[in-house]
């Protein structure tokens, strides 16, 4: 059975460890994020864009697949199933299919009181219906889904305001971006990370755009106060690299290596080891039920 995220990440925020959110995009790519978490026996967040759950036909659908699969894979840990991303209105959608944890990103409303009404809502109804939930102050830069951010660094007297609503984690710009870093990045910025922990007190913090941090910066930012490191692209390079492999080896040519179930393998297993290195990097291994 799924879980909200609230337990976990507030262990992880006491136990100054950070908890990998693992972007889903497929059956392959869940399937291999549970394995890795059941392997490392690592508490688990796997969340969906709404555009990975258009991709897979629906959040029935996504929700519907983790489930299974967690029952059918005999998981122990606990795993909560989360919202990426969503807008006000995909985090209806996304509760009535049982996602167990939602995130609104609310950045990129108009004004800030609009972010401020639509988190107040679904914190209420999130919690009427036993879910954690994420909210976001300052936009993340990057490309996910067509949309760009700018890469803000989030106000602590903002982030002080959604926290006071009883947001469960909270998303903060600290100069982090989604997708791959240009060489010219500058680099997380502590001095932010810092006074926004001051304000928002024991709340868990979020880290998006995990790919490609350098390590010893993924791990100041965990002991300065963040608890989910969300990861997509990193999952879908390592992915890619292992299947050109494959094929550049001429090896969907040889006996039935064109069946899925083989030319899907290599970068399953691709995406196995990638999620238990960075369990590893983010000190979740081992942490269970905690
Ligand atoms: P990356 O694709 O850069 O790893 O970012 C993932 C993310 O932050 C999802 O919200």
Redesign the pocket.
Known sequence: MLVNATHMLQSAEKGHYGLGAF?TNNLEWAQAILTAAEEEQSPLIIQCSMGAAKYQGGYDVVATIVNHLVKNMNITVPVALHL??GTYEACFEAMDAGFTSIMYDGSHEETFDINVEHTKELVKLAHQKGLSIEAEVGG?G?T?DGVTGMGEIADPEECKVIADLGVDFLACGIGNI??LYPANWKGLQFDALAAIKEKVGDLPLVL????GIPEDQVKKAISLGVSKV?????LQVVFAEATRKYIEAGKDQQGKGYDPRKLLAPGKQAIIDRTKELMTEFGSVGKGWE
């Open positions: 972007n990426d991303h993340i990057g996910e989604h997708g998006h755009g995990g790919t969300n990861v997509n692209t990193d």
